[in-house]
T-cell receptor
Framework: DAGITQSPRHKVTETGTPVTLRCHQT?????MYWYRQDPGHGLRLIHY???????DKGEVSDGYSVSRSKTEDFLLTLESATSSQTSVYFC????????????FGEGSWLTVV | GEDVEQSLFLSVREGDSSVINCTYT??????LYWYKQEPGAGLQLLTY?????DMKQDQRLTVLLNKKDKHLSLRIADTQTGDSAIYFCAGVYGGSQGNLIFGKGTKLSVKP
């Protein structure tokens, strides 16, 4: 298994509170991604990073921000959580541009009440 | 934008072959992937195929790519109950960003 650790794995939070999810990798891969998975929508890209301090938006980036201060860590922040952000969040890593090998973490289950 | 379509369900008997199909609208993807997801777990990369290939075989898995029809399939030989899961096809689009576009997944049920 690729060395990807997501934390926390499960979290319940209240509407309006900030939440940060962490993705940590031990593979020294350049590319990191945050996806969310929802019934009826499959997986959708939120944000991605192509290097330290280099990030860009994905398909569903509204309400989310990211930071990458070190190669191994990619943080996803919900500044003010809403119920529509209840989802399963997956981090992924890739070692090549275009990503011929993209590996996923185990997921973080977030419930916003 | 790109769209990736999969049938939602497939049911087979243990020992039979399973064929999971996927169609896509954008032929510019350089790689096409198959992932497996078991309940409560992450996505496991099963295999991938480069867009200039027609077929790739990896043990019990065979991937067929028909670029003309924009059709991708995953065949699992001698399907076992442990193969029961949701299978996602995905393509990389958006140039160098590595943006994976996923189908909604096919739930494979294997009956003993």
């Amino acid at each position: 298994d690729a060395g990807i650790t997501q934390s926390p794995r499960h979290k319940v939070t209240e509407t309006g509170t900030p939440v940060t999810l962490r993705c940590h990798q031990t593979e020294n891969h350049r590319y990191m991604y945050w996806y969310r998975q929802d019934p009826g929508h499959g997986l959708r890209l939120i944000h991605y990073s192509y290097g330290v301090k280099d990030t860009d938006k994905g398909e569903v980036s509204d309400g989310y921000s990211v930071s990458r201060s070190k190669t191994e860590d990619f943080l996803l922040t919900l500044e003010s959580a809403t119920s529509s952000q209840t989802s399963v969040y997956f981090c992924a890593i890739s070692d090549r541009e275009g990503g011929n090998t993209i590996y996923f973490g185990e997921g973080s289950w977030l419930t916003v009440v | 934008g790109e769209d990736v379509e999969q049938s939602l369900f497939l049911s087979v008997r243990e020992g039979d072959s399973s064929v999971i199909n996927c169609t896509y609208t954008d032929s510019s993807s350089t790689y096409l992937y198959w992932y497996k997801q078991e309940p409560g777990a992450g996505l496991q990369l099963l295999t991938y195929i480069f867009s200039n290939m027609d077929m790739k075989q990896d043990q019990r898995l065979t991937v067929l790519l028909n670029k003309k029809d924009k059709h991708l399939s995953l065949r699992i030989a001698d399907t076992q109950t442990g193969d029961s899961a949701i299978y996602f096809c995905a393509g990389v689009y958006g140039g160098s960003q590595g943006n994976l576009i996923f189908g909604k997944g096919t739930k494979l049920s294997v009956k003993p």
